[in-house]
């Protein structure tokens, strides 16, 4: 029956996910200085997971020509990682210079996330971006929620940032839009910093866990009565 189901939400370890400086380390190896504009993306590379990553790519060029010095950063794996690898270094080609990074599977995503001034991510990913005071585009199987903050989060939350249900549709021309407004606006740059760690609390594993038991203990008191 309905009356039985309970939906709870993933959780993130916030304390592993939080805001803080960038890693010298990950700044070192990808050859970047602090502060760059760099746009990252945490993802599964198969599927309909694979189109925030091809449209991130598709908006560089534009993006480019407000930022010159833009820089995408993709993380992940999945079936599609070698076509996403061949349009990167086709995109790196036209423009003279690696503009777009792949990376492949990481273990350090929490280090890495320390040199990004902006995500583009769902699910999970999405709030340990947000966790980690970084602005996030929500963009997922469905579409994208845009840039997350207190206008459109309970969309976002509904949602799972585009991932669970329907969302605007995928354009690079508006992807880039956001991405400029982003780089260009430091109070709106700011504001997101400050909400994304406090929108993520409130997912927060120990949280999570905590209702989860919660719910567990009461359903056993409700049997012994």
Same mark, same amino acid.
């Given at each position: ?9 993933? /959780? ?48 560089i060029p534009a993006v480019i020509g407000k930022v ?91 949602t799972l940032f585009a991932d669970h249900g329907p ?28 909400? /994304? ?29």
């Open positions: 029956r309905e009356s039985r189901i309970v939906i709870t939400s993933v /959780g993130i370890d916030t304390g592993r996910f939080s805001p803080g400086p960038p890693n010298p380390r990950v700044l070192e190896e990808l050859g970047l200085v602090e502060g760059a504009p760099v746009v990252m993306l945490v993802s599964r590379f198969d599927n309909r997971k694979t189109r925030p990553a091809q449209v991130l790519i598709e908006s010159p010095q833009v820089t995408a950063v993709l993380v992940g794996r999945g079936k599609d990682f070698d076509a996403l690898k061949a349009q990167a270094e086709a995109t790196n080609a036209s423009l003279g210079r690696e503009a777009v990074r792949v990376l492949g599977y990481r273990s350090d995503v929490a280090e890495l996330l320390t040199v990004a001034r902006v995500v583009v991510g769902t699910g999970k990913a999405g709030l340990e971006a947000m966790a980690s005071g970084k602005p996030l585009i929500g963009a997922g199987r469905f579409g994208t929620t845009g840039l997350v903050g207190p206008d459109n989060a309970q969309l976002a939350e509904d969302a605007r549709p995928y354009d690079a021309g508006a992807m880039a839009g956001e991405l400029e407004r982003l780089f260009t606006d430091p109070a709106l740059e700011q504001k997101l910093q400050r909400f /994304g760690p406090e929108f993520a609390s409130r997912f927060d594993i120990e949280k999570i866990t905590d209702g989860v038991l919660m719910l567990y203990q009461q359903k056993i008191d409700e049997a012994q009565r």
